[in-house]
C-alpha cells in the first residue's frame, strides 16, 4: 500500500490551517472563549478546523474524522484527526511555539501526519515508505532520525506540565527520575515530540491528552526510529498519558514510572 497521496492530501490541509492560523495570530481582536473542561479555544482553532473538514469532505467523503473542536463524523477504518492548533495556550499569548496536527488512521492506527508550526517556520511529516522529514526555517528539508543515547544518565528529558505531574501523583517519580539523568526541560505540546523525532531530545512524557493531541506525532517519531506508547502500556485511543522515546530508552524510562 502506498501513502504517497494521503500524504500529499495532508500537506495540502496543512498549508489551508497555515494561512488562517497564522492570519489571526497575534490579532487583537481575537476572540476567546473557554471550553466546559476550562481549555482555551480561539476563533482561530474553529476557523481551521472547519476549513480542514470541508476540504476533507470533498477529497475524501469516504473517511471518517475526528476533530477538537466539533467533534468526529462518519465511521470507516480511515479516519482523519485534527487538532487545529495545539498549543492554544501559546498561540493566544503570543508565543509562537504552537501546530496544526493531522493524522491519518487506518484501522485505529496513525500512519501519516504532518505537524506543521508556520509561526515557527517549521513543519514535519511522516509515512510509511516515505520515512519521516522535516522542513527547517530557511526552507531546506532533512530527514528526522532519533538520538543513539542509550544511558539514562545522558538523556533529555521533557515532560510539559508539572501541575498535570501532580495531578496525576507521579510527580514523586518525575523527580526521582530527573536524578538519574542528564537534563529536564518542559518544552511542551508537540513541540517536545520533534526534538525528539530530530535526535535533540531522547525522552517525553505527558499527561492529560486526547486522541488529536497524539495521533499525528506517533508516525513522525517512530518513522524516525523512536517508539511511543502509554506511560504504562500499549498505546489506545483512550490513552491518556503518554511516553514517547529514542526507543534504547523506553524500557528503562517505563520502569522509572
Given at each position: 500500500?502506498?501513502?504517497?497521496?494521503?500524504?500529499?492530501?495532508?500537506?495540502?490541509?496543512?498549508?489551508?490551517?497555515?494561512?488562517?492560523?497564522?492570519?489571526?495570530?497575534?490579532?487583537?481582536?481575537?476572540?476567546?472563549?473557554?471550553?466546559?473542561?476550562?481549555?482555551?479555544?480561539?476563533?482561530?482553532?474553529?476557523?481551521?478546523?472547519?476549513?480542514?473538514?470541508?476540504?476533507?469532505?470533498?477529497?475524501?467523503?469516504?473517511?471518517?474524522?475526528?476533530?477538537?473542536?466539533?467533534?468526529?463524523?462518519?465511521?470507516?477504518?480511515?479516519?482523519?484527526?485534527?487538532?487545529?492548533?495545539?498549543?492554544?495556550?501559546?498561540?493566544?499569548?503570543?508565543?509562537?511555539?504552537?501546530?496544526?496536527?493531522?493524522?491519518?488512521?487506518?484501522?485505529?492506527?496513525?500512519?501519516?501526519?504532518?505537524?506543521?508550526?508556520?509561526?515557527?517556520?517549521?513543519?514535519?511529516?511522516?509515512?510509511?515508505?516515505?520515512?519521516?522529514?522535516?522542513?527547517?526555517?530557511?526552507?531546506?528539508?532533512?530527514?528526522?532520525?532519533?538520538?543513539?543515547?542509550?544511558?539514562?544518565?545522558?538523556?533529555?528529558?521533557?515532560?510539559?506540565?508539572?501541575?498535570?505531574w501532580d495531578q496525576a501523583g507521579m510527580?514523586?517519580?518525575?523527580?526521582?527520575?530527573?536524578?538519574?539523568?542528564?537534563?529536564?526541560?518542559?518544552?511542551?505540546?508537540?513541540?517536545?515530540?520533534?526534538?525528539?523525532?530530530?535526535?535533540?531530545?531522547?525522552?517525553?512524557?505527558?499527561?492529560?491528552?486526547?486522541?488529536?493531541?497524539?495521533?499525528?506525532?506517533?508516525?513522525?517519531?517512530?518513522?524516525?526510529?523512536?517508539?511511543?506508547?502509554?506511560l504504562n502500556g500499549p498505546l489506545t485511543?483512550?490513552?491518556?498519558?503518554?511516553?514517547?522515546?529514542?526507543?534504547?530508552?523506553?524500557?528503562?524510562?517505563?520502569?522509572?514510572?
Amino acid at each position: 500500500m502506498t501513502y504517497q497521496a494521503d500524504l500529499e492530501l495532508a500537506l495540502q490541509l496543512a498549508d489551508i490551517a497555515d494561512a488562517i492560523s497564522l492570519e489571526r495570530f497575534r490579532a487583537l481582536d481575537l476572540h476567546v472563549e473557554s471550553k466546559p473542561d476550562r481549555s482555551p479555544v480561539t476563533d482561530a482553532d474553529r476557523s481551521v478546523e472547519q476549513a480542514l473538514k470541508d476540504l476533507l469532505a470533498a477529497k475524501a467523503p469516504n473517511d471518517a474524522l475526528i476533530g477538537e473542536e466539533y467533534g468526529n463524523s462518519g465511521s470507516a477504518s480511515r479516519t482523519w484527526i485534527i487538532d487545529p492548533i495545539d498549543g492554544t495556550a501559546n498561540y493566544l499569548r503570543g508565543v509562537p511555539v504552537w501546530a496544526t496536527l493531522i493524522a491519518l488512521a487506518i484501522d485505529g492506527k496513525p500512519v501519516v501526519s504532518v505537524v506543521s508550526a508556520p509561526a515557527m517556520g517549521r513543519r514535519w511529516w511522516a509515512a510509511p515508505e516515505v520515512g519521516a522529514f522535516t522542513k527547517d526555517i530557511d526552507g531546506s528539508t532533512r530527514e528526522l532520525k532519533v538520538s543513539a543515547i542509550a544511558e539514562l544518565q545522558n538523556a533529555s528529558l521533557s515532560y510539559n506540565n508539572l501541575q498535570l505531574w501532580d495531578q496525576a501523583g507521579m510527580l514523586p517519580q518525575l523527580t526521582e527520575l530527573s536524578r538519574k539523568i542528564w537534563r529536564t526541560r518542559a518544552y511542551g505540546d508537540f513541540w517536545s515530540y520533534m526534538l525528539l523525532a530530530e535526535g535533540s531530545v531522547d525522552i517525553v512524557a505527558e499527561h492529560d491528552l486526547k486522541i488529536y493531541d497524539i495521533a499525528a506525532l506517533v508516525p513522525i517519531v517512530e518513522q524516525a526510529g523512536g517508539k511511543f506508547s502509554a506511560l504504562n502500556g500499549p498505546l489506545t485511543a483512550e490513552t491518556s498519558s503518554v511516553l514517547a522515546t529514542n526507543g534504547k530508552l523506553h524500557q528503562a524510562a517505563t520502569n522509572s514510572f
